[in-house]
């Protein structure tokens, strides 16, 4: 998407015009994105309800923070090594007053029985459906 501009472009400065202006179309197209799925997704997250999710992701925090408004739900976040994402979502969601715990990595065997439903990020989805993450 922003990297075809020099097929398209030959002029180099012009190229590098078309790639910023490329790059902040698809900016805008993300973060719109990311609100859209937060309002839909929200519904599946119910009352009472125990969540899983593992690290941080800026799409599930906006959707767990969204469902919070209006729900009282517990949340399990996995740790999330090596960046500590799990620490940050963990106390994202605390601040917001979602009873919020976190566990290894390790343990999430025995988590995952007392779920309701899980919720990851993803770095990107293929064709296929196959989900990319760290």
């Not at 941080?56 to 960046?83: N, T």
């Not at 919020?100 to 770095?123: H, R, W």
Request: proline share 2%; net charge negative; aromatic share 6%.
């Amino acid at each position: 998407y922003v990297t075809r501009a020099f097929l398209e472009t030959p002029d180099f400065a012009a190229c590098i015009a078309e790639v910023l202006e490329r790059g902040e179309a698809f900016a805008n197209i993300s973060l719109s994105a990311r609100d859209r799925i937060a309002d839909i997704g929200q519904d599946f997250v119910q009352d009472g309800q125990t969540v899983v999710t593992h690290g941080w992701s800026r799409v599930v925090s906006k959707l767990l923070l969204k469902a919070a408004e209006h729900k009282q739900f517990s949340i399990v976040v996995l740790e999330g090594r090596p960046d500590a994402g799990g620490a940050k979502a963990a106390k994202t969601y605390a601040e917001a007053g979602i009873p919020t715990t976190v566990v290894l990595d390790s343990a999430m065997a025995y988590v995952i029985e007392k779920a309701d439903l899980v919720i990851v990020g993803a770095e990107g989805v293929v064709e296929n459906g196959g989900v990319v993450n760290k």
